[in-house]
């Protein structure tokens, strides 16, 4: 199994705080339904400056908070919106590869959320 967080370093981030961990992962799961809805009407726009925009805002929150295998996809996403940023344009077959790369992230989103609810219910029977 891959672990989505790398615990140790995100327990250091937080100095241990698991009151403060709750709040900042709450913010967290707000900010990735953020995305997933910004990102939606962005590849129906196929907007490819937003596509690029919103996935740069999760990319830093994802880091901070050691949620490393969903930050590795979120760069993907965010790399290839900024190729089309630079080119000034997205294609069909772009945004088709786009819509792969977001649903290959959801999934990780979801491994992610789990990942969360396990620790804490672990931290309760602890």
Do not use: P
């Not at 992962?25 to 809805?37: C, I, S, T, Y």
């Not at 919106?81 to 989103?109: F, N, P």
Request: hydrophobic content about 40%.
């Amino acid at each position: 199994m891959i672990c989505i967080v790398n615990w140790a370093d995100l327990l250091i981030n937080v100095s241990n705080d698991l009151e403060f961990l709750k709040e900042v992962l709450g913010d967290l799961e707000n900010e990735m339904l953020e995305f997933q809805e910004n990102f939606q009407i962005a590849l129906e726009e196929a907007n490819y400056i937003k596509l690029s925009s919103v996935s740069h805002k999760l990319k830093g929150s994802l880091d901070y908070l050691c949620c490393d295998e969903c930050k590795k996809k979120i760069v993907r996403i965010n790399n290839f919106a900024k190729e089309c940023v630079i080119k000034k344009g997205i294609t069909k077959s772009e945004l088709d590869i786009m819509k792969t790369l977001y649903l290959d992230y959801e999934k990780t989103a979801d491994a992610l959320r789990n990942e969360i609810i396990y620790f804490f219910l672990k931290q309760q029977s602890a």
